[in-house]
């Protein structure tokens, strides 16, 4: 599997959790990369734990060494890993840690919950995830080199946060604006029509959201001509 399969792959689970949990799928992500060593760790192999989380899961659990950090003193050590029956359970119980902590502190990964991804892979950190000192950067690092950040736009119909799209004019629609600026130039009721001009090409939308100030000026101006005539 190359590593772009490998995004693939758990990127839809990322996705989709995200959307329920507010856990960003760039961390989900950059975390399973980096624990799993791309799917290919003897833990994800043998327990299907992208995460390298301990204790028991959906299929029991299996010892495994590992390297834990104190201070920056890395040392070799073994532990309990949760294993499960597939990726999907893996990407859920990450999910699900995130958003109810440990026992003795519930809340203490809420830090990363909608929050961006730099912030998101420090409080991971903070949180007590990891010891490596160096864990934050090496995610950021990963979302970064592979642009995992992309996974953290919600593209579902039903999402909030869409960009909204980009106001075009059509061609006849640009003349007619055109004509009309040259027109209301030509009887004196529109100062500085290149300015409207340029204005009409570079942001439509400004010159749309203006339109009924610019009318009432507009009528304005020719009432005022009319009664002095």
Known sequence: MTQQEFIAKIAPAAVEDMRRTKVPASLTIAQ????????????TINANNLFGIKGTGTAGSV???TTEY???????????????NSWDESIADHSALILKGTRDKP?????????????????????????????PQKLISLIEKYELYKYDVDKSDNSVDK??????????EREAGLKAIDNLAAKVLLNDPDKWK?????????VLEELPWLVFTLLDRATDKISHQ
């Open 32 to 43: 399973a990369i980096l624990e799993s060593n791309w799917g290919k760790s003897g833990l």
């Open 63 to 65: 010892n495994m060494p």
């Open 70 to 84: 104190v201070g920056a003193t890395p040392i070799a050590t073994s532990a309990k890993f949760r294993k499960y």
């Open 107 to 135: 809340t203490r990964y809420h830090g990363v919950l909608g929050a961006d991804y730099k912030t998101a892979c420090q409080k991971i950190k903070d949180g007590g995830y990891a010891t490596d000192p160096a864990y």
């Open 163 to 172: 960009e909204a799209p980009t106001l075009k004019l059509e061609d006849w």
């Open 198 to 206: 340029q204005r009409l090409k570079d942001d439509p939308k400004g």
